[in-house]
């Protein structure tokens, strides 16, 4: 079922999400809450942009021309929808393709910043799977692996160019192996966590193309409190955007 809300806290953005599919959670907030935006940043890509939560985002916080990739038909239209019925056609571009076929559009060093809320979990056949396709390609690396994801962002990131990731914190080890050998040099990580005294179970890296040796881990994100309700940080995220819409 096709639904309307605002995204999330964002009175100013709405969002059609159908519920019987897989819907964006709040990875999609505290992604382009984390990565770093420069003002003389021209060009900014999402990868497996799903309904279009995080450039939606973006466009609040840039003015930077944003380019989306989303390989699924259905999510693909759903995107396209609420890129129109937010007017931000000419702040967003958005392609159905596969994201690997982006080299057949774009040359080398051609974004200043790359957002990516990847498939947490590798793919095997005998592996447990939800019934929905869907479901399936947003979680699982069915279409594109994490290592196809470093190797094209290399591709396409300009030389000092950032990567905003979120992902699984079980992996980190396997990310940052992975990204170093793509050249890309992790600078800035912030570990998430459900609530205090609970495990991460999320972390957000940010990647510099060719980036010196030299990481900032920033302080813990507590996404709630014990009672279940947002954290005051978190709730800020919802609001911080429109805040940065005049930068």
């Known amino acids: 079922m096709e639904v ?11 969002i ?4 019987d599919w897989f ?38 916080k840039t003015k930077a021309k944003i ?14 929808k609420n890129i129109d019925y937010n007017h931000l056609r000419d702040r967003i571009e958005l392609l159905h393709l596969d ?5 057949e559009i774009y040359g080398p060093d051609t974004f200043d910043v790359i957002t990516c809320n990847p498939p947490y979990f590798k793919y095997q056949e005998s592996s447990h799977l939800n019934d929905d396709e869907h479901k399936v390609i947003a979680r699982h690396e069915k279409c594109i692996t994490l290592e196809d994801i470093f190797s094209l962002c290399f591709y396409l990131l300009k030389n000092q160019g ?5 992902h699984r914190t079980d992996r980190l080890i396997e990310i940052i192996h992975l990204a170093n050998q793509y ?10 966590y459900p609530k205090e005294n609970t495990d991460s179970n999320l972390v957000l890296i940010e990647f510099r193309k060719n980036g010196r040796t030299g990481l900032k881990i920033l302080p813990p994100l507590y996404v709630h409190h ?9 709730l800020n995220m919802f609001k911080e955007s429109e805040n940065n819409e005049s930068k």
Request: avoid cysteine; aromatic fraction near 6%; glycine fraction near 6%.
């Open 4 to 14: 309307l809300h605002d995204l999330v806290g964002f009175q100013n953005l709405k």
């Open 16 to 19: 059609f999400q159908n519920t």
């Open 23 to 60: 819907s964006f959670s709040l990875d999609s907030v505290l992604l382009p809450n984390f990565v770093t935006l420069n003002h003389n940043i021209e060009r900014v890509l999402d990868l497996g942009t799903g309904n279009a939560p995080i450039p939606m985002i973006l466009s609040l």
């Open 67 to 80: 380019v989306a990739v989303e390989i699924q038909e259905d999510l693909y239209q759903l995107a396209k």
């Open 99 to 103: 994201m690997k076929k982006l080299r």
């Open 162 to 166: 950032v990567l905003g990731m979120v």
């Open 183 to 192: 050249h890309l040099e992790v600078k800035r990580l912030r570990l998430v």
């Open 226 to 234: 014990s009672d279940g309700s947002y954290t005051d940080e978190v």
